[in-house]
């Protein structure tokens, strides 16, 4: 089944203490994305990959870091999260990085709450 | 920089009743553009999409938009909701020269029974 998968699905945290969000894709997609979600502004974009070893800033990117090693995987790193990183957290993937192969499949999401 | 505008944050609206859900963008150069929903405590899956050719572009269950180049809009409308049909709706917006979709800030449609 073609699928975005995000692990864990709930996370609760400490202020400080570095966390990692994985996401993996078995579409061959070339385009992987991090958004976060917060009621009232929809969602944002943290960080995006075009391919392998190439990553963007997003819309949102302060206290982020992802890595692309692979292709199949986008993991979201929080070095060290603070209260206002609550959020709600989505990976996505699609096709290609322009066009009308932009559609995005997202994961399930991510609930994290720092405290 | 460009933009997308939902201009409802809530719908609600009775059972049966035919809806409207709104969404506005800020330029008319090539534009790829997604309707997604989002049930309660779930990721968000694809309503439906404009690439090109006819303006009416027809979804999953019974969801139709309809792409109005000079108005830059994508309104989205269901002639008859359900209850199932409650969720949050977002409009996404991709450019031709941009490598990131948009979204609104979406539309919470209620269906009161």
């Known amino acids: 089944e073609a699928q975005v998968t995000q692990n864990p699905r709930y996370l609760i945290t400490v202020t400080g203490k570095k966390l990692t969000v994985t996401c993996s894709q078995n579409?061959?997609?070339?385009?992987m994305s991090w958004y976060r979600q917060d009621p009232g502004l929809g969602l944002r974009q943290i960080y995006y990959?075009?391919?392998?070893?190439?990553?963007d800033k997003g819309d949102v990117p302060e206290g982020y870091k992802v890595s692309r090693k692979e292709k199949r995987n986008f993991p979201l790193i929080l070095e060290s999260p603070s209260p206002n990183q609550t959020s709600l957290y989505f990976c996505a993937s699609s096709l290609a990085v322009t066009g009308p192969n932009t559609e995005a499949f997202f994961g399930q999401g991510t609930r994290l709450t720092v405290v | 920089a460009q933009s997308v505008t939902q201009l409802d944050s809530q719908v609600p609206v009775f059972e049966e009743a035919p809806v409207e859900l709104r969404c506005n963008y800020s330029s008319s150069v090539s534009v790829y553009l997604f309707w997604y929903v989002q049930y309660p405590n779930q990721g968000l899956q694809l309503l439906l999409k404009y690439l090109s050719g006819s303006t009416l572009v027809k979804g999953i269950n019974g969801f139709e938009a309809e792409f109005n180049k000079s108005q830059t809009s994508f309104h989205l409308r269901k002639p008859s909701v359900h209850i199932s049909d409650t969720a949050e709706y977002f409009c996404?917006?991709?450019?031709?020269?941009?490598?990131?979709?948009?979204f609104g800030k979406g539309t919470k449609l209620s269906v009161i029974p």
């Open positions: 579409m061959n997609h070339e385009y």
């Open positions: 990959s075009m391919n392998v070893e190439v990553t």
């Open positions: 996404a917006v991709g450019w031709a020269e941009s490598y990131q979709l948009t």
